[in-house]
């Protein structure tokens, strides 16, 4: 099986990270690729509260996998691959500020 946010077990979502707290926001990316792997994960992420990014179509080599996150309504924001990057470091500044 191929690694995919949809292998794992989410619900209930629990971090198993130790600097975890109520302040902290998850942030998913979704990039390029074929199938629809990740979808399910994205927006089950995204009900949870993530911020979630896919790659967007202009950027992409195979734009399978960002497109079934984008039908299923499991994205915040659509991008360029050279943007996701900076914008989300530029949250995580936000958020540490």
């Known amino acids: 099986m191929p690694p995919s946010i949809d292998s794992l077990d989410l619900p ?11 302040d902290l926001q ?15 994960g994205m ?17 992409c080599v195979v734009f399978g996998m960002p497109r079934a996150a984008i039908e299923l ?11 996701i990057a900076p914008s989300v470091l530029g949250r995580l500044a936000a958020v540490s500020a």
Request: net charge positive; aromatic share 10%; hydrophobic share 40%.
């Open 12 to 22: 209930p979502f629990k971090p198993r990270f130790p600097w975890w707290g109520p």
């Open 26 to 40: 998850t942030i998913a990316v979704l990039l390029t690729g074929m199938g629809m792997d990740g979808a399910r």
């Open 73 to 83: 309504n499991a994205v915040d924001e659509i991008q360029d691959l050279v943007k």
């Open 43 to 59: 927006l089950n992420l995204r009900q949870k509260g993530a911020v979630t990014y896919a790659q967007d179509e202009r950027s």
